[in-house]
């Protein structure tokens, strides 16, 4: 067990966060494009607000996703490092007339983060803002402070200038590993593993993406088909194996003898001396407790973790 892990799990760790995506939306327009391009209501976020949120294409499918954080003249998209010039692209396409200018600020915004059970802890002992709800966020000095997390450990994110972000020297650093390994852990899903454009909303199981009252946007049309219709036929769901040797990626998963799924990203656990996972399931194999298998190994279904602090 490293100490980033060990940290991570029964401290706070810090997490290198610049290799992600930063973009600044700004215009009259703003509020309006998003709210069109988005799963979730934008229009509604106030200053110091935030939401996260699915980018779909026509039909339906999970093309990226982001943190979205509103200020008072302009929004800021955290996003997955793979997907930063994609959602620039996909958003310029769709700029017709409207008063909105997209800004990487990748390279000038940096960004760490503090996770685990003390990060609460940490952050107040460096007065800095606690802010309480998910996305929430708050100014301090030349940073700002933001209630996020990508382990599904308590968490936050600290942005500014690289030189003016602020330093935990009694932190331990957590590296890439360590961080996938507590991710999956907790069942988190992420974008670009467990997520993709093969996939609809609603099969993710994280509801909070979405919003059903906020009127059109692209790809509105297939989740309220599939809204109506009352389920999807297939889940992203955590499975627990017995053993420690980490699956490949679509490696299958059978119930009852028969194949139900597919895994999309797994890790040993050194605590749980097992190996979580996360895969697609079939609805009547995805109930948190039904016992499964991949290949000739025992496992059992667990609920993802789906909120995104």
């Given at each position: ?11 706070a ?7 992600r ?19 979730n209501?934008?229009?509604s ?30 929004f800021?998209?955290?996003?997955e490092?793979e997907?930063?010039m ?7 396409k ?18 760490t983060g503090i ?10 002992k460096?007065?800095l ?8 966020h708050?100014?301090?000095?030349p940073?700002l402070?933001?209630?996020a ?5 308590p968490g ?23 961080v996938?390994t ?42 309220e088909?599939v ?25 299958k ?21 097992a190996?979580?996972a996360?895969?697609y399931?079939r ?26 602090s």
């Open positions: 067990m490293t100490e980033g892990y060990l940290a991570l799990r029964n401290t760790g810090q997490i290198d966060l610049s290799s995506g930063h973009i600044r939306v700004t215009g009259e327009d703003r509020s309006r494009l998003l709210h069109a391009m988005t799963t209501h934008i229009q976020l106030v200053p110091g607000a935030g939401c996260y949120a699915f980018f779909l294409n026509a039909v339906g499918r999970v093309l990226a996703d982001a943190n979205v954080l509103c200020f008072d003249d302009y800021l998209l955290d996003t490092p997907t930063r994609f959602i620039m692209e996909h958003l310029e769709y700029i017709i007339a409207d008063d909105v200018t997209l800004e990487d600020v990748t390279e000038s915004l940096h960004a996770e685990g059970p003390d990060a609460e802890a940490v952050l107040r460096e007065r803002p606690v802010p309480e709800v998910p996305l929430a708050a100014a301090s000095g940073f402070v933001v209630r997390s990508g382990t599904g450990a936050f994110r600290i942005f500014g200038p690289a030189e003016s972000l602020p330093r935990f020297p009694e932190i331990v650093a957590a590296s890439v590993d360590d996938r507590v991710r999956l852990e907790h069942f988190y899903p992420r974008y670009g593993e467990d997520i993709t454009t093969a996939n609809l909303p609603q099969e993710t199981g994280i509801m909070e993406a979405l919003h059903f009252n906020k009127g059109c946007y692209l790809g509105q049309e297939i989740v088909r809204r109506s219709r009352g389920h999807v036929n297939r889940m992203l769901a955590g499975i627990l194996a017995d053993g420690t040797e980490v699956f490949e990626r679509g490696a998963i059978s119930f009852e003898g028969s194949e139900v799924g597919e895994i999309t990203s797994s890790a040993y656990s050194p605590a749980l001396n190996t979580p996360i895969g399931v609805i009547n194999a995805a109930k948190p407790g039904t016992r499964l298998s991949v290949g000739q190994r025992g496992a059992q279904a667990v609920a993802i973790k789906s909120s995104r």
